[in-house]
């Protein structure tokens, strides 16, 4: 399982990178808006926080496949290496994919809420797929399911294309999604500090600590002890 963090919050980035293994961060035009400052500032500092070569996913914002190449291309230069250029799958979005695929960069289809719309990309040459799991599950579809059909879909048709599985609320959801298979989720950083927690985890900690205070001492570890 491959971990990303999905958020443009520098702060929260650094904080959770330094704890987790996180292997980058991917963004999207709606969290890069709700940093309110520029956006190539926000570029800048999260490549500052998590170092040359991890991955970062930074979308294109144009509608025809000319515009999105040309800003893929500008952005290559710009987030240097791990950049990966997120693509709608939209009709000229998989023309951009196509493309891109071509020049040599790993394309992170996006927007994606169907498997047929994950095959295409793949089929154009996408490196990763990005189903969004909540969304459907808010309006009453079954994300799992689609995350589960594309899994499937990739291994029949012998696809190296990666699933980037994306949109979360829950940790049932990134649950599901890793029992069918998907090699990667990215995550809010609420999510991903949520896949760990339980009550039952605090109270066994807190347990041990105090039967060890009352036989060493508090605050002596066993380092202090050998
Ligand atoms: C994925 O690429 C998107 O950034 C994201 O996961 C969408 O999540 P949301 O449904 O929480 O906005």
């Known amino acids: 399982m491959i971990y990303f963090l999905d958020t443009a919050d520098t702060a929260a980035i650094a904080r959770l990178a330094d704890l987790y293994p996180i292997a980058g961060v991917t963004t999207n035009p709606t969290l890069i808006a709700r940093e309110k400052r520029p956006f190539a500032d926000i570029i800048k500092d ?55 695929s071509g020049l040599g960069f790993r394309v992170t289809a996006t927007a994606i809420v169907t498997a047929q719309q994950a095959l295409m990309a793949a089929v154009a040459g996408a490196a990763f797929t990005a189903p969004y799991v909540n969304r459907l599950d808010m ?8 995350v589960a059909d594309i899994v499937h879909l990739f291994r029949i048709h012998a696809l190296p294309t990666r699933l980037l599985t994306a949109s979360f609320k829950n940790v049932q959801q990134v649950h599901d999604i890793a029992m069918a298979g998907a090699h990667s989720a990215t995550l809010p950083p609420d999510i991903l500090e949520a896949l760990i927690r339980h009550p039952l985890t605090d109270s066994g900690i807190a347990g041990f600590a105090a039967d060890w205070a009352a036989a060493y001492g508090e605050g002596r570890t066993t380092a202090d002890l050998i």
């Open 46 to 100: 999260i490549r500052a926080v998590i170092g040359d070569g991890a991955m970062l996913h930074v979308q294109v914002t144009g509608n025809d496949a000319d515009t999105m190449v040309a800003e893929a291309r500008k952005l290559a230069d710009f987030v240097g290496a791990g950049f990966h250029p997120k693509v709608p799958v939209t009709a000229e979005g998989i023309k951009a994919i196509r493309r891109l």
């Open 139 to 146: 309006i009453g579809g079954d994300g799992v399911r689609v």
